[in-house]
């Protein structure tokens, strides 16, 4: 579960849901609005319009959010 932020940034919001999409509680071919599974009603509107800001929509893929990765070999 995303852990509770009185003021989210996108920076932030990038990094919980790496994590999200590293543990595999999310994939990176989902919309962005899946994510809400994991914050109260209350956050989600703080974590929308943080999106919003950003040019982001909550129907955008969360692989748009995430940008570039660096893939490390096995």
Do not use: A, Q
Not at 17 to 27: A, H, P, S, T
């Amino acid at each position: 579960m995303l852990s509770t932020i009185e003021t989210y940034n996108i920076e932030t919001i990038k990094d919980e849901i790496r994590e999200l999409v590293d543990r595999g509680k999310l994939c990176r071919n989902e919309p962005i609005y899946h994510v809400c599974r994991f914050i109260s009603p209350r956050e989600w509107i703080c974590f929308e319009c943080e999106l919003e800001r950003n040019d982001y929509l909550s129907r955008d893929w969360i692989i748009d959010l995430l940008g570039d990765e660096e893939w490390v070999e096995d």
